[in-house]
């Protein structure tokens, strides 16, 4: 299956994005890096909020795209998920074991620059 792309302007920024999805990269086109860390956080991802804003914006709007929608998906809710960005290649939730006894759990995986 291929997928179809689509230009929308972003700001002041053009950007090539998945058909069907070109709204929501126009709302999140200034999203703030507090927002990336919180929504990545949330599906086990730790990120700061210095390396957030080092990110282009498209690769912050598609952090928080994905992440959104995977929790909203995790919540037994129907819809669409949107695809994993490509950059993003670590796995969630690896980072060292936190807590101890029945409150032990793996931390979240810290993303780089």
């Known amino acids: 299956m291929t997928t179809t792309f689509v230009e929308v302007k ?16 126009r709302e999140l086109a200034d999203v703030k890096p507090s927002t990336v860390r919180i929504c990545m956080a949330q599906i086990g991802f730790g990120v700061s ?47 060292p074991i936190v807590g101890t006894g029945v409150f032990a759990q793996a931390a979240p995986t810290v993303l780089p620059a």
């Open 49 to 95: 909020d210095a390396i957030a804003a080092s990110w282009p914006a498209l690769k912050r709007a598609e952090a928080v795209l994905h992440a959104r929608t995977m929790m909203a998906k995790a919540s037994d809710n129907p819809g669409r998920v949107f695809p994993r960005p490509t950059w993003l290649t670590a796995e969630p939730f690896k980072g």
């Open 10 to 25: 972003a700001g002041s920024e053009r950007w090539s994005v998945p058909r069907g999805w070109g709204r929501s990269f």
